[in-house]
């Protein structure tokens, strides 16, 4: 009971308060960096460029067609199609789920008992 007491309340609720806020503001600075990254993103990337500039000049905005795929492309474009294909027809191997353990009586481990 005296040790209860004998506590200094006022250090105790202080250093609460400490961690609390440098927690807090810790977190904040977080948040704030997060932000400055994803404008520095956005900036590079030219995402952040306003619509004002597609609309200015439709002919600009359209593309000339072009094949779906070329070169590695199309190589990547086969492993999907086939890795696709296989998932869909389930070409891999059939599990029995019965678990065989073969006892070797001869074994070293046996001498150990």
């Known amino acids: 009971m005296n040790m209860i007491l004998a506590t200094n309340w006022n250090a105790v609720w202080s250093m609460t308060g400490m961690g609390i806020g440098i927690v807090f503001v ?4 977080l948040v704030l ?7 520095l993103a956005v900036r590079k990337g030219g995402k952040g460029e306003p619509a004002a500039h597609a609309s200015a000049s439709p ?3 359209e593309a000339p067609a072009k094949a779906p795929f070329h070169g590695e492309d199309e190589e990547i ?6 890795s696709m294909f296989l998932f869909s027809e389930e070409a891999h191997d059939v599990e029995s789920g019965v678990i065989t353990i073969v006892h070797n009586d001869h074994s070293t481990w046996h001498h150990f008992n």
């Open 26 to 29: 810790i977190l904040i600075l």
């Open 33 to 39: 960096v997060l932000q400055i990254f994803t404008l």
């Open 59 to 61: 002919k600009a905005a």
């Open 77 to 82: 474009a086969a492993a999907i199609a086939a």
